[in-house]
């Protein structure tokens, strides 16, 4: 039976797939801060080449990836599809189990698909450097690897828990020649304004990217993980195809189970864009749950409009029984996921089971995003009984939503 599915280098694609062109309506419009009027190209210039905003606004299903950037990710792409056979075996399900592994890329996670992309337009407009956020570090490390790849200086501002508890993610920041500080930081207005409030603030993705846009960059909301695998297919669910596109998230960060559907602020301090997406509203403040990259206040823009619109679903878990997949997959497969990966693992044992509980056996993929191998400070916090489960209680998500901004539309 076959455990690895590899593809050559020449299938590496040579376009990206736009779902705009499947919808079955447009998205909402994204809104100026401050008119709270659909915003322009004129508007997102200062933050984004011209290249990226054309994309953005495009209705065409294909977008040609230019020969550079292709040559880039030839570095680690095409990523290999795995069917998990022993982790089957060690769940005892009939159901059959596949992961896209995108650990093998030099950062260790999915997120160098994109930002190689992002780097080389940017350079190409003739931008120098680039500031961005980062949670848990893997969009930061994949940032300073396609910057050192097209010549940019790249800052970073990572969420001081995650500064904290992940000091190799920086080490590898610095390998590449990025700068890094831990967010909020006293190097912006935006930080400072945050630390005067609460000196002992721990970060959010929300603050960084508050910091990020003072010093010029459009940055990623949460999603990208999600979007990667399973846009392809809610083109296939949008045409007539029978398939589930489940979306996992911690109980502690619950955006997509308990957020309202809204136009909100995509940075803490108010200063992005406005988009409607799920949100638990731009001034939530979540707990300090090891995995960093899903301590963020909303969800992407079309990642919200399928679920409102009932084409994907999304479930919550808590850290502890995540980290408990993650063990049992790690201890069957070999791979050490992140903790941010753990969530996915621990939504397929629960389809499996599912599976078998009605007498089905079923094809069950997810995205294994990213290696582990800067978390193990988290699997130790786990095998010594100190990570605690928190679920965001409904009430505190009801007064996080008041600071929503009103919107007229």
């Not at 969009?139 to 508890?165: C, D, I, N, R």
């Not at 070999?334 to 996915?344: K, L, V």
Request: glycine share 8%; hydrophobic share 40%; net charge neutral.
């Amino acid at each position: 039976m076959t455990t690895k599915y590899l593809l050559s280098e020449d299938q590496i694609p040579r376009a990206w797939y736009n779902i705009l062109a499947d919808l079955r309506s447009p998205p909402a419009p994204v809104l100026h801060p401050g008119t709270k009027q659909p915003v322009t190209p004129d508007d997102l210039a200062p933050l984004f080449p011209m290249a990226l905003i054309e994309q953005e606004m495009s209705p065409e299903r294909e977008i040609a990836i230019p020969d550079a950037i292709r040559g880039a990710l030839a570095l680690w792409r095409p990523t290999p599809l795995h069917r998990a056979q022993r982790f089957e075996r060690a769940l005892g399900t009939r159901s059959h189990i596949y992961y896209k592994y995108e650990g093998v890329s030099p950062p260790g996670s999915h997120k160098p698909n994109t930002a190689v992309a992002q780097a080389y337009y940017n350079a190409q407009a003739g931008v120098r450097r680039l500031a961005t956020e980062t949670g848990a570090g893997q969009w930061g490390s994949s940032l300073a690897f396609a910057g050192a790849l097209f010549g940019l200086k790249v800052t970073v501002y990572m969420v001081k828990v995650s500064y904290e508890q992940k000091p190799y993610r920086r080490s590898m920041m610095h390998a590449w020649g990025a700068e890094v500080f831990a967010s909020p930081s006293d190097r912006t207005q935006a930080g400072r304004s945050i630390l005067a409030k609460d000196p002992s603030s721990s970060g959010s993705l929300g603050m960084a990217i508050s910091e990020a846009v003072e010093v010029v960059i459009g940055c990623h909301g949460g999603g990208s993980n999600f979007s990667g695998i399973a846009l392809p297919f809610a083109r296939d669910k949008l045409h007539g195809k029978e398939v589930r596109l489940l979306a996992a998230e911690p109980t502690s960060c619950p955006s997509l189970t308990k957020g309202r559907y809204a136009f909100d602020f995509g940075d803490t301090v108010g200063m992005t864009p406005l988009v409607k997406m799920f949100t638990l509203g731009h001034e939530f403040m979540p707990p300090s749950i090891h995995a960093g990259g899903l301590r963020y206040h909303g969800a992407a823009p079309l990642v919200s409009k399928l679920l409102d619109e009932k084409i994907i679903e999304a479930v919550a878990y808590p850290q502890r029984a995540c980290f408990d997949a993650a063990v049992t997959f790690a201890r069957s497969e070999g791979i050490i996921a992140a903790p941010e990966t753990s969530h996915a693992i621990k939504a397929a044992i629960e389809e499996a089971k599912r599976a078998d509980q009605e007498g089905r056996t079923r094809v069950i993929l997810f995205n294994l995003s990213g290696h582990g191998h800067f978390d193990l400070g988290a699997y130790d916090a786990y095998f010594a009984g100190k990570l605690e489960d928190f679920d965001y209680p409904q009430e505190a998500v009801e007064r996080s939503l008041r600071s929503l901004p009103a919107v007229a539309m």
